[in-house]
């Protein structure tokens, strides 16, 4: 790492390592902004399924835009990003328990997608299809959910996000989402990396963001949302020259995120802050579980049981638990 390097990024430490989050600004454009890079996290989740690979992409996409969104809350609680379409891919579900436990899933469907498949029609918007894309903010039981809801019609998920900031937050967004496999020596399988930039106008008069928006929210009230943004030079500037990024720029594991926002903005100067560390971590237990099926009837538990047990399997990790009937029935 040169110098002048470290003087232009404003770093006093080694540049970020994979599965990460780097908060940025760039205040002579007046945009801040966070870049993701992923590789061991994303590559357990995706793997442990074994998805198909358009499956897995667009997966690993979701993943990208919840580590994005999801680590600017600044109060302990979950983010919580879901689907629900007519496409091939009719649900993703990607869960972050702050500060930084990453799980996820898709559930699709297998005559559908190859339908799809011999279509050629595998991009991520055609294995959405249509239906919504809900984000959720959930600070615990005390508290009310916090979630908006955006229409998906045949667009990307970036596309998607941009909407979704416009309505939620008033805040002109832009993101960047990349997934790509990369052969490892000494692994024989492919491993799957991925990368993402979200960048904000900054409001001119402070504004809100989702971390500053405790209880129940409506976003698709026409009346909150401001459509009439007027792009500034700075804005058009600053993301102009996001656009510019290559995805390989993005998912490649040699690339920092530091390195990455240096490229971009070296000319009008980019300060990074400390990044947060992001980990595969699922939150499910025994104890949840049981919690769960005390709630069922008799004739309930009854329909669940299987050579003398009930196996309960979590759909995000796919660990198995089993119980013995008799503790739930009353």
Not at 52 to 63: H, K, M, N, S
Not at 64 to 93: C, W, Y
Not at 200 to 216: S, V, W
Request: charged share 25%.
């Amino acid at each position: 790492m040169t110098d002048d390097f470290m003087k232009a990024v404003g770093l006093d430490r080694a540049e970020s390592l994979t599965d990460s989050v780097v908060p940025f600004a760039v205040e002579n454009l007046d945009v801040r902004g966070r870049s993701v890079k992923l590789d061991e996290a994303l590559n357990t989740i995706l793997t442990r399924h074994d998805y198909p690979t358009p499956v897995a992409r667009l997966l690993g996409e979701a993943i990208v835009l919840s580590a994005l969104v999801g680590s600017s809350l600044k109060f302990e609680g979950r983010f919580i990003l879901q689907t629900q379409t007519d496409g091939p891919v009719n649900m993703i579900v990607v869960d972050l328990q702050t500060p930084n436990g990453l799980r996820g899933y898709a559930r699709f469907d297998e005559v559908a997608l190859n339908e799809a498949a011999e279509k050629g029609e595998l991009s991520p918007e055609q294995l959405l299809g249509k239906g919504i894309l809900a984000m959720t903010i959930d600070q615990g039981e005390m508290t009310e959910r916090y979630q908006g809801i955006v229409q998906l019609d045949g667009v990307s998920l970036e596309e998607v996000a941009h909407r979704y900031f416009m309505q939620s937050e008033q805040i002109p967004t832009i993101v960047r989402l990349a997934v790509a496999q990369f052969s490892e020596k000494g692994k024989a399988q492919d491993q799957w990396r991925a990368g993402g930039i979200l960048l904000q106008h900054l409001p001119e008069h402070g504004g809100r963001t989702m971390a500053d928006l405790p209880g129940d929210g409506d976003f698709n009230n026409p009346d909150t949302a401001d459509n009439e943004f007027e792009p500034e030079n700075n804005w058009v500037e600053a993301s102009a020259l996001l656009q510019t990024v290559d995805d390989h720029e993005l998912v490649d594991p040699e690339i920092s995120s530091e390195r990455l926002l240096f490229r971009l903005y070296h000319e009008t100067g980019v300060r990074v802050f400390e990044p947060m560390d992001l980990e595969e971590k699922c939150g499910c237990n025994a104890d949840k579980i049981e919690a769960m099926l005390e709630q069922f009837s008799n004739d309930d538990i009854d329909a669940m049981v299987v050579d003398g047990d009930i196996e309960v399997v979590c759909e995000f990790c796919s660990t198995a638990y089993h119980f013995n009937p008799h503790q739930f029935r009353k």
